[in-house]
Every structure is written in structure tokens, then in C-alpha cells.
């Protein structure tokens, strides 16, 4: 998640101090990924020495107000236009853990799949409740449109892990079974 690009986009709609700038970007993300108030402002001095903010002026109650330059609506725009493509696979603690698992004396493989594909069930089911709220609540409050967007992005990965699980589980079948030396030949066969 890029912290910088989300509060160069928050500053285009004009100057924020710090902490409503953190406000903003969890509003705007649905709660997803709360931001810690340092983050914000560790990230606003990298900005403003990178030159793409710089401090414009102070509101009524004395609060710092942070204005995106011309170099910061550059990078801005260069985000919106190249895709996100990562540069390695990030570690994966469930297929982590599923391999490890493999080689390790006295585990259930297979306990350790149902395990993990019952929280994936459970993350699966919150996600899709959560889902069904915003999308009653879209009509009457636009703004909801951001946190469903971003549930739905959960859905869709709580989707993918349980396939994944069940296509492990089906693939360690499959792979037992042929180790398996054939049973005794049956009389009359």
C-alpha cells in the first residue's frame, strides 16, 4: 500500500494538516488500513523534501497545512497512469507454513488446510456482511462507495485463499493416493 501516493491524492483536493490527513485516508479506505499518526508524518517530511508538498500555511487552531506542488501533482498523475506491479511475491505466511508443514514430524497436513480454511471461511463471511452493509448504505452516503470497493477486494482474496486451500487439500489427495502401494489382488479378478 503506498502511503505517499494515497496523501499526494488526499492533498490534490487542496491542503490538509496531518491528522486530518489520516482521517481522510482511513475514511477513505474504509478502516481497512488504519494509518498511525507518525506515518503520516514521517511520510509528509519525506514529501516535502522530495519537493512534491510543501507547508502552505496554518488554520484557525494552529495546525500545520501541507499543499501538494507542482512536482507532487506530477507523481500523482505518473501513479494514476502506471499499473501496480510487484516486484516479488510477497511472503505468503499461510503457504509458508502449509509447506513447512509438509516435511514436519507429527503434522496434520491436512488439519493444518481445514485450520486455515476455517479462518478464511470466517474472514470470508465477515467480509461479505460487511459488503451487504455498504452496499444498503451506498444509496444515502456516496462516500461508502470507496469502503466497498475496498471489501470487495477482500471478498475476492478470502475467495482465492479458500479455493487455493481446496486445491491443496485435492493435490495432497492425489499425491498420497499414488504413493499408496496397490492393495492384494481379489480372487476371481
Not at 516535502?48 to 510543501?54: I, P, T
Not at 480454511?117 to 470507496?146: F, K, N, S, T
Not at 487455493?164 to 498420497?176: K, N, Q, S, V
Request: glycine content about 8%.
Amino acid at each position: 500500500m503506498s502511503i505517499r501516493h494515497g496523501l499526494l491524492a488526499l492533498l490534490a483536493a487542496g491542503p490538509r494538516y496531518g491528522s486530518r490527513l489520516r482521517t481522510d485516508f482511513e475514511a477513505r479506505t474504509g478502516g481497512t488500513w488504519p494509518l498511525n499518526i507518525g506515518q503520516v508524518y514521517t511520510t509528509l517530511g519525506r514529501l516535502e523534501r522530495d519537493g512534491m508538498v510543501a507547508q502552505s500555511d496554518v488554520d484557525a487552531a494552529g495546525h500545520t497545512l501541507y499543499a501538494l506542488t507542482e512536482a507532487g501533482r506530477a507523481e500523482l498523475r505518473a501513479w494514476y497512469d502506471r499499473p501496480v506491479a510487484p516486484a516479488a511475491p510477497p511472503r505468503d505466511e499461510p503457504a509458508i507454513k502449509l509447506v513447512m508443514a509438509l516435511g514436519a514430524v507429527g503434522v496434520d497436513v491436512r488439519e493444518v488446510i481445514e485450520t486455515q480454511r476455517r479462518h478464511a471461511a470466517r474472514a470470508l463471511h465477515d467480509h461479505v456482511r460487511q459488503r451487504a452493509e455498504a452496499l444498503a448504505r451506498a444509496p444515502e452516503h456516496p462516500e461508502e462507495m470507496a469502503r466497498l470497493l475496498v471489501l470487495e477486494r477482500l471478498v475476492f482474496q478470502d475467495e482465492a485463499e479458500v479455493r487455493w486451500l481446496d486445491h491443496c487439500e485435492a493435490r495432497l489427495l492425489r499425491f498420497t493416493r499414488e504413493e499408496e502401494p496397490p492393495g492384494p489382488e481379489q480372487p476371481g479378478a
